[in-house]
């Protein structure tokens, strides 16, 4: 890998664990505030409170294992031990692929937590309104943002369909089978003096391969689906249930 492209992807990396690190601070923030835990509950958990838990751990954990991936096994003589470890060619290119690789992982972990966990949340409250179960996301999605009287759900169905997209594509070996999609997102993740600002493409073509999942397309869909589910938790419909609402995979019939 040239140098050049290998310390553009190292500042990108940067960027990207520090942006997850202002994601975390984010979606702890909007836990303690938007979902408080109630005496009157005892020791039943909320499934909204769940639900930004949940977002939060990939947004804490994975700033941790890209700051270790990079800043130690991405540098001599660490890279040697690590392609050692791994089996690798000691070519240095075997050895950079292989890092980029696992950061990638690190990365689309993240997204795939974010997707189910949304999801899991939208099928709780969308029970909690008396509705029927809806099995696709997308279609979910779309019910429950118009239900709640949203003026911008065409714009927050954008966000939805590429996190959906995404996911779909990691049960088709990579590749789309859904209509061609282009979104863009640009944002700043903003905390004190610290910026990071976000500028990502994403183009689906239907039969071919992703390409959109790289760190900064990750980072700002992370931000962008984090920004939904705050507005969804704090819209009236949802904020007036009484509670606790019920996760359906926490909890059993006889609770």
């Given at each position: 890998m040239p140098e050049d492209?290998?310390?553009?992807?190292?500042?990108?990396?940067?960027?990207?664990k520090i942006g997850l690190g202002l994601l975390c601070d984010l979606v702890f923030g909007l836990r303690e505030r938007v979902t408080p835990k109630k005496p009157e509950w005892g020791s039943t958990s909320d499934?909204?409170?769940?639900a930004f838990g949940n977002l939060y751990r990939p947004c804490l954990t994975n700033p941790v294992l890209l700051f270790n991936l990079i800043n130690n096994l991405g540098k001599e003589p660490r890279l040697d031990t690590f392609a050692k470890l791994t089996g690798l060619e000691q070519e240095i290119n075997n050895r950079e692929n292989a890092l980029w690789d696992i950061v990638l992982f690190v990365l689309t972990n993240t997204i795939l937590m974010f997707q189910f966990q949304v999801e899991n949340l939208f099928q709780n409250l969308w029970r909690e309104l008396g509705e029927q179960e809806e099995r696709s996301f997308i279609k979910l999605s779309e019910k429950l943002l118009t239900k709640l009287g949203f003026s911008d759900v065409a714009e927050k169905m954008k966000r939805i369909k590429t996190l959906a997209y995404i996911r779909n594509s990691l049960h088709n070996n990579g590749v789309h089978n859904g209509p061609d999609y282009n979104f863009g997102i640009n944002t700043t993740l903003t905390k004190g003096d610290t910026n990071v600002n976000v500028d990502a493409s994403f183009a689906?073509?239907?039969d071919r391969p992703v390409t959109c999942c790289g760190p900064m397309h990750?980072?700002?869909l992370s931000a962008g689906i984090i920004e939904i589910v705050k507005d969804v938790i704090e819209s009236e419909k949802i904020r007036t249930i009484p509670g606790p609402i019920r996760d359906r995979f926490a909890w059993s019939e006889k609770d």
């Amino acid at each position: 890998m040239p140098e050049d492209e290998s310390k553009r992807k190292l500042q990108e990396i940067e960027a990207v664990k520090i942006g997850l690190g202002l994601l975390c601070d984010l979606v702890f923030g909007l836990r303690e505030r938007v979902t408080p835990k109630k005496p009157e509950w005892g020791s039943t958990s909320d499934a909204r409170r769940m639900a930004f838990g949940n977002l939060y751990r990939p947004c804490l954990t994975n700033p941790v294992l890209l700051f270790n991936l990079i800043n130690n096994l991405g540098k001599e003589p660490r890279l040697d031990t690590f392609a050692k470890l791994t089996g690798l060619e000691q070519e240095i290119n075997n050895r950079e692929n292989a890092l980029w690789d696992i950061v990638l992982f690190v990365l689309t972990n993240t997204i795939l937590m974010f997707q189910f966990q949304v999801e899991n949340l939208f099928q709780n409250l969308w029970r909690e309104l008396g509705e029927q179960e809806e099995r696709s996301f997308i279609k979910l999605s779309e019910k429950l943002l118009t239900k709640l009287g949203f003026s911008d759900v065409a714009e927050k169905m954008k966000r939805i369909k590429t996190l959906a997209y995404i996911r779909n594509s990691l049960h088709n070996n990579g590749v789309h089978n859904g209509p061609d999609y282009n979104f863009g997102i640009n944002t700043t993740l903003t905390k004190g003096d610290t910026n990071v600002n976000v500028d990502a493409s994403f183009a689906f073509v239907r039969d071919r391969p992703v390409t959109c999942c790289g760190p900064m397309h990750i980072l700002g869909l992370s931000a962008g689906i984090i920004e939904i589910v705050k507005d969804v938790i704090e819209s009236e419909k949802i904020r007036t249930i009484p509670g606790p609402i019920r996760d359906r995979f926490a909890w059993s019939e006889k609770d």
